[in-house]
């Protein structure tokens, strides 16, 4: 079945995703999604966060989402929070990448059935996510190509 031109503009939905960036000043760029939502991102002499930043932070959001809507059917969080971290490197040939990357959960769930329900989802949906749900550490994970070059329009130039 044809995915609905509403979903290529994000959600959870399957579909294309775009954002632009428009330089500010030297290293610090303004990323502007199809959705009109905007931020900033910089090289770290700022408090803007970096490109690796933001990979952690979207291997932690889309896990952390997911998670989210999966154990919020059954009782409201007390306390979510999700840590993202790993270690940047250079490796032999030279290239920096990241590497020993994890993401820790720490939830916590109000006393009684619902909470216990949500407790006991809490381990298979984190699972569920890391395995199967979150396109961003799928992704990773499966190492897949990107194909950088000038934009078409530059291409001719």
């Known amino acids: 079945m044809a995915q609905e031109t509403s979903e290529k503009t994000g959600g959870t939905g399957l579909g294309h995703r775009s954002v632009s960036m428009e330089r500010v000043s030297k290293g610090v760029f303004d990323v502007t999604n199809v959705r009109g939502g905007t931020l900033r991102i910089g090289g770290g002499d700022t408090a803007d966060f970096t490109p690796v930043e933001l990979l952690l932070t979207a291997i932690a959001g889309c896990s952390a989402v997911d998670v989210d809507f999966i154990t919020a059917k059954r009782a409201e969080p007390v306390t979510f929070t999700v840590t993202s971290e790993g270690d940047k490197i250079r490796d032999e040939q030279g290239t920096n990448r990241m590497e020993g990357l994890t993401v820790r959960f720490s939830v916590t769930f ?11 989802m809490l381990p298979k949906a984190i699972q569920m ?3 199967r749900l979150c396109t961003v550490s799928r992704t990773v994970a499966h190492g897949t190509p990107i194909d950088a070059g ?3 329009s530059q291409a001719d130039s």
């Open 150 to 152: 000038l934009a078409d």
């Open 129 to 131: 996510s890391e395995e």
């Open 110 to 120: 109000p006393e009684g059935p619902d909470g216990d329900r949500a407790r006991e």
